[in-house]
Nanobody
């Protein structure tokens, strides 16, 4: 069984920064894709960013230039550096990983940006 645990969510003022982290644990042979999604109240979950095993990245247009996804220094971790935060970034952020060709989700971490 694979588990993903996110951390780093917090309350921050607009214009501020936060760094989210996600760590996978369990029996893992390979992680093909790591990503972040978010879900604001009353809205559907949306894609934020992802990074492949080769290091290529993709971002939602709404976060390009402000967010950076990277593989963490520790094995099986991914981070999301969020700068210049806006009130519309307020959401629960979920980590997603394709581990051995299966998709896993974390429990989510709350990011609240005050105007």
């Amino acid at each position: 069984q694979v588990q993903l645990v996110e951390s780093g969510g917090d309350l921050v003022q607009a214009g501020g920064s936060l760094r989210l982290s996600c760590a996978a644990s369990g029996t893992i042979f390979s992680i093909n894709l790591m990503g972040w999604y978010r879900q604001a109240p009353g809205k559907v979950r949306e894609f934020v960013a992802r990074i492949s095993s080769s290091g290529s990245t993709n971002y939602a247009d709404s976060v390009k230039g402000r967010f950076t996804i990277s593989r963490g220094n520790a094995q099986n971790t991914v981070t999301l550096q969020m700068n210049s935060l806006k009130s519309e970034d307020t959401a629960v952020y979920y980590c997603n990983m394709f581990v051995d060709s299966r998709s896993y989700w974390g429990q989510g971490t709350q990011v609240t940006v005050s105007a």
